[in-house]
């Protein structure tokens, strides 16, 4: 069975950073792309990041980019959010997701809180 399960969430002031990781289960992990997208209160998803299977290329919204990097460790089955500089608007569930022909499978999120 095919699991992400997503963590390191919670309430930072404003230019503070968090790292975000996902963990996944029941699939080659190495073999595909994986994204973060978040969905902030009252709003629709929004594209984050994504980076290819190898973690050799990544592409950012323009909105996180200078400030979030994206990563991930094949041989830990996991994918990071490195997040600095964080904006009172980063506020949002954040959710990994695996890419095949599109967004196949779906962590439940993680809650992102950047307030004073």
């Known amino acids: 069975e095919v699991q992400l399960v997503d963590s390191g969430g919670g309430l930072v002031q404003p230019g503070g950073s968090l790292r975000l990781s996902c963990v996944a289960t029941?699939?080659?992990?190495?073999?595909?792309?994986m994204t973060w997208v978040r969905q902030a209160p009252g709003k629709g998803l929004e594209w984050v990041s994504t980076?290819?299977?190898?973690?050799?290329?990544?592409a950012y919204a323009d909105s996180v980019k200078g400030r979030f990097t994206i990563s991930r460790d094949n041989a830990k089955n996991t994918l990071y959010l490195q997040m600095n500089s964080l904006k009172p608007e980063d506020t949002a569930v954040y959710y990994c997701?695996?890419?095949?022909?599109?967004?196949?499978?779906w962590g439940q999120g993680t809650l992102v809180t950047v307030s004073s």
């Open positions: 029941g699939f080659t992990f190495g073999s595909y792309a």
């Open positions: 997701a695996r890419y095949s022909q599109g967004y196949d499978y």
């Open positions: 980076m290819d299977n190898a973690g050799f290329t990544a």
